[in-house]
């Protein structure tokens, strides 16, 4: 067991270090300068050059990325281009509203998925299985900024239920921050939850025609009993899979969400940096959600090994 969790760890590390070399090049070579972008159109070529050799612009990409890595390793992201300000800060501020509503979307998303997916398989080829996987079928076609722009009307413009829009702080106490959130919690977590109900109720199907369930039933257990007891445990692994896939997606792919609710979370900062030729803040912006996709499927490994004994008596 100690010896898988030093191969998955060195796979972890080496996937980092992979990212960081694309991330670092996709960047490098792309056109304009952020020095002109800083500080104009009608910038002087001197005052230019100035600017880039005070950012390092002009070093070497070795020598750029070597100092970027080492600043990323001693806890130093640097100073924003367009903020003047340190990006660690700039990331903690964006991740602090991109994280739980990551999260609660997550639990949204497990919630009505694993209800829904369970209700569905118990009913398999009934009406209220093609009922579930209808609606499924509605929910992963709808875009989500579509649906957010839906629940903004709904619930802010007609019920006055919640704010249209914004982020009150955290300093505003936890009741207020997390009611700006829900909506668009729930906007993330329709998309999620609609895919992982169709997988759940396709695993759970699946598990139950197998031949120790039917001894199972055999011997006496009711078919719910058999599901709880059985059936859940195994049918677990590729819904573990899907949810920490989309645990991952939603880390990193709340830009227009939060866009659409106007939240200052970390896609909104990479969307702002991108404008702004901010590279530093892109490169640990997105090597932070690189590094966070990692360590979910890092954690999923693990989750595997739990919830099946066969992994566990495999690992080395």
């Known amino acids: 067991m100690a010896l898988f969790l030093l191969r998955r760890m060195a796979v972890f590390a080496a996937t980092l270090a992979g990212a960081s070399i694309v991330i670092f090049l996709v960047l490098d070579i792309l056109p304009g300068n952020a020095a002109l972008t ?8 001197s005052a230019v050059a100035a600017l880039s050799h005070k950012l390092g612009l002009d070093e070497p990409a070795l020598t750029r990325y070597l100092g970027w890595i080492g600043g990323l390793l001693s806890g130093d992201l640097g100073v924003s281009y367009a903020y003047d300000t340190p990006v660690a800060e700039l990331v903690l501020g964006g991740l602090s509203v991109s994280l739980p509503l990551a999260v609660m979307a997550m639990l949204l998303t497990a919630v009505i998925a694993l209800s829904l997916g369970v209700f569905a398989a118990l009913r398999h080829d009934s009406l209220a299985d093609t009922g579930v996987m209808a609606v499924s079928q509605i929910g992963i076609a709808i875009p989500n900024f579509w649906f957010a722009i839906l629940l903004i009307l709904l619930f802010a413009v007609r019920l006055h239920w919640f704010a249209a829009g914004g982020f009150p702080g955290w300093g ?29 109720r396709s695993s759970i199907v699946e598990v139950m025609r197998e031949d120790f369930v039917r001894t199972a039933r055999a011997k006496g257990l009711t078919r719910r009993a058999a599901l709880w007891r059985h059936v859940l445990r195994n049918a ?81």
């Open 38 to 45: 800083i500080l104009g159109p009608d910038a002087s070529p």
């Open 172 to 200: 505003a106490g936890p009741f207020a921050a997390l009611q700006a959130l829900i909506l668009p919690a729930f906007a993330l977590a329709v998309v999620q939850a609609a895919i992982l109900a169709r997988v759940t």
């Open 236 to 316: 677990m692994i590729p819904v573990v899979t899907i949810m920490g896939l989309q645990f991952a997606n939603l880390i990193a792919g709340t830009v227009v969400v939060e866009n659409v609710f106007y939240l200052p979370g970390l896609g909104r900062l990479i969307f702002q940096a991108i404008n702004n030729r901010d590279l530093i803040v892109v490169r640990d912006c997105v090597m932070l959600l690189a590094a966070l996709v990692v360590a979910v499927n890092f954690a999923v490994d693990l989750i595997y090994v739990a919830i099946d004994p066969r992994l566990k008596a495999h690992a080395p």
